[in-house]
């Protein structure tokens, strides 16, 4: 399966790339830039995409990633701060502007640009473009409207490198490596503000990484499978459902993969809309055949939370007598080998951020 690794800088934009990739049909993972060398081999990325940051690349503590990316063999697109780090690591120089620019401006593309990460994008007019015109500098000639939001400048280009497209503040708003399929953008093309910046995407993922665009959410979940069967074996499982999206995708997922394999254990903690703790017992039991375990652990929380009005605390509470009440659960099915997660991708992606 093709696959595009997003190294994550910190920026909030960063889940928005992994959207907009999947959205044409490329199956994506964001890691943190922190992420080694050789989980980024073991990984077999097709393309590289490195994301947008608050930081600044010229503070000695500002996140950086391993220079060996650009020893893979595959092509890397910088966004923004990516665009930054890619200068600084090729060989460049960043230095902080003298102001920092956040909002639309007019990039114009350079003549010898249009083949690769540019091919097939046009001059703007009217619509957007005329709505946020009083909002973006005038100058010379047409181009296209791109959302900015830096306050570092590449200065010189790192060896090799041509630059491709410029607005009235910042010469160098995109530049390419493009013996090495090393591409970079100042501006973010996967938000709304930039018009044409889907298009954009879309070259560099077919145009230059030569991907197929053939992947799927039901390609996801027969992949999904197909490693849940393979990390488990014959083993058996255990898993907190509770009958919310998360760890209802989940079970039904590792379901399908191993079967009765899988035993989830659910927990009534007394604070859940009334009738919902026998709904989602026997949706599961009766409609979907999932061996699950119910344990009504109403007195434990509310004993816990008796006279406790500050919500943190509460929250502590319900946590704490949730692991307790779920271990004395676990300790009872035998022949546990693994634990399953059911957990958004959003909040994993969080939790490992550099």
Known sequence: MEKVLILDFGSQYTMLIARRVRELKVYCEIQPCTISLAEIRAFGPAAIILSGGPASVTDPESPTTDPGVFELG????????????????LGGRVSKSSFREYGPRWLRIAPEAGLDLFFGIEPERGGQADQLHKAVETGEGDGILVWMSHGDLVE?????????????????????????????????????????????????????????????????????????????????????LSGGVD???????????????LTCIFVDNGLLRLGEAEQVVRLFRERYHIKLEAVDATDDFLNALEGVSDPEKKRKIIGKTFIEVFERAAKKIPGVEFLGQGTLYPDVIESVCF
Not at 74 to 89: D, R, S, T, W
Not at 178 to 190: D, G, L, R, S
Not at 247 to 261: P, Y
């Open 74 to 89: 595959v092509p890397v697109l910088g966004i923004c701060y990516g665009l930054q780090l890619m200068a600084k690591l």
């Open 156 to 240: 010189e280009l790192p060896p090799g490198s041509v630059t491709t497209a410029s607005t009235s503040t910042t010469l160098n708003a995109a530049f390419e490596l493009a013996a090495k399929q090393f591409y970079a953008v100042q501006f973010h093309p996967e938000v709304a503000h930039t018009p044409q910046g889907r298009k954009i995407l879309a070259n560099f993922l077919f145009r230059i990484a030569r991907l197929s665009g053939d992947w799927n959410m039901f390609s996801f979940i027969r992949h999904a499978e197909v490693r849940i069967q393979e990390t488990v074996g014959k083993a058996n499982i255990i898993m907190g």
């Open 247 to 261: 760890s209802s995708v989940a079970a039904l997922l590792t379901h399908r993969a191993v079967g009765d394999q």
